[in-house]
């Protein structure tokens, strides 16, 4: 077995060999804010092979069809151009112009090709980009583009909007004696829920990988991980997950060496597994994450479906704030999820203690379910008891607050 070395909230990718990185402010927001950071930059001088993941809303912003775009052409991929404040989605032609030249003013920078910068963009929908701070933000984040830890923080930073802080890991491990780096950094706060989520997520490696190998490892790693947390039901314009992997390192993962292949997609999961976990954490105003993991269901399709109607219940959400262990408000999710179930059969546990069995209530654990449910983070476990059913789902979630209301309404 694979011995990793995990170091959580660290500068994130600047420690990857053959990646510069940057973060810079030129008050997108227009708030008169000179000092927050909201252009982020990723380089390689190696050419890159790329993997992404992008949302499933009809309603793309113009950096995911940009995105999009690149991957098909299937060129190699220098960087990645991100700015935070303003989403550019549902901007027209205009929009698609402001992404292309973003992509432009960082290539220009390092005498690449505007085709190899992937774009990201996250914000307010619906505004121009002010294009001239935005260009002058990309141009100070080539000319301070490093390997320092400095700048590795400050580009996990200039992604942030809602979120209350930065959200960075990386994973090292050795593989026929030569080490092999994989980082990665992410935003999201609000409007969680997969698939994707209102999230980047910028992951870097210094392995080499052909990118059909890595758009499969990565789409596995996300259908794992961001794909199973929820904050409020919403899904974004803008959802990304980008990885890039360089070959600084020398060393090669295909599908021809088993073990290396595992223990590289091993790390990449532990990378989105960790930034998926820090986000649902850092969901807007929240006050708990809860487990809901569901089991006994006929197919994972409907295990999914009961573990995202119990997560999403505005009712079960605001319970769950008011420290009340409202099962039936959980069975009742479960009911009109559309999974195939017997409502004569199915368990409720919160951690392990009973709330009901075979359909009903546990009374006597009333106490016990309270003081579960008082807790910052808590479990609870559905079994359909399906007959023969083996189908399992596992989502993150949280609860709702009166300040969540507060902090998202119109201004």
């Not at 309603?59 to 151009?81: E, Y």
């Not at 700048?151 to 209350?164: H, K, V």
């Not at 999914?304 to 409202?326: C, F, M, Q």
């Not at 789902?393 to 998202?408: G, M, S, W």
């Amino acid at each position: 077995m694979e011995n990793y070395l995990i170091e959580e909230d660290s500068p994130g990718i600047s420690d990857v060999p053959g990646f510069l990185v940057a973060g810079s402010a030129c008050d997108i927001r227009n708030k008169g804010n000179s000092e927050q950071l909201d252009i982020a930059l990723i380089y390689s001088e190696k050419p890159c092979a790329g993997a992404a993941v992008f949302t499933q809303n009809v309603v793309k912003a113009a950096p995911v069809r940009h995105g999009q775009a690149i991957l098909k052409a299937g060129g190699p991929i220098h960087g990645i151009v991100a700015n935070s404040g303003n989403a550019n989605a549902c901007t027209g032609q205009a929009g698609i112009d402001d992404t292309y030249a973003m992509a432009r003013v960082a290539a220009e920078g390092f005498k690449k090709l505007p085709e190899s910068f992937f774009v990201c963009s996250t914000g307010r929908i619906g505004e121009r980009l002010p294009m001239q701070k935005v260009e002058n933000g990309i141009r100070d984040a080539v000319e301070r583009a490093s390997s320092t830890p400095e700048e590795g923080r400050r580009a996990a930073a200039a992604i942030l909007t809602s979120d209350t802080h930065s959200k960075t890991i990386t994973v090292r491990f050795s593989h026929n004696g030569k080490k092999i780096t994989v980082a990665g950094i992410a935003k999201g706060a609000g409007m969680i829920q997969p698939n994707m989520a209102t999230m980047l997520a910028f992951l870097a490696t210094d392995a080499a990988v052909e990118p059909s190998l890595l758009q499969k490892i990565l789409s596995e790693a996300v259908r794992l991980t961001f794909n199973r947390i929820t904050v409020d039901g919403d899904m974004s314009t803008n959802d990304t997950v980008l990885a890039l992997a360089n070959g600084e390192s020398g060393v090669s993962i295909d599908e021809s060496d088993r073990a290396g292949l595992d223990v590289f997609a091993g790390a990449v999961r532990k990378v989105c597994d960790f930034l998926a976990e820090k986000i649902v954490s850092d969901g807007e105003k929240i006050t708990k994450v809860v487990e809901v993991l569901v089991e006994g269901a006929a197919s994972e399709e409907d295990a999914e479906k009961v573990a995202r109607a119990i997560g999403n219940s505005l009712l079960v959400k605001t319970s769950w704030y008011g420290n009340d262990p409202n099962w039936g408000r959980l069975a009742d999710a479960a009911g009109y999820s559309g999974a195939d179930f017997d409502d004569r059969k199915f368990d409720i546990y919160y951690a392990d203690v009973p709330a009901v069995i075979a359909g009903e209530p546990c009374v006597e654990n009333r106490e016990k379910w309270k003081e579960i449910v008082r807790a910052k983070r808590f479990p609870i476990t559905v079994r359909l008891n399906v007959p023969g059913g083996n189908g399992s789902f596992r989502l993150l979630a949280t609860d709702l607050t009166e300040d969540y209301v507060r902090f998202n309404k119109s201004e």
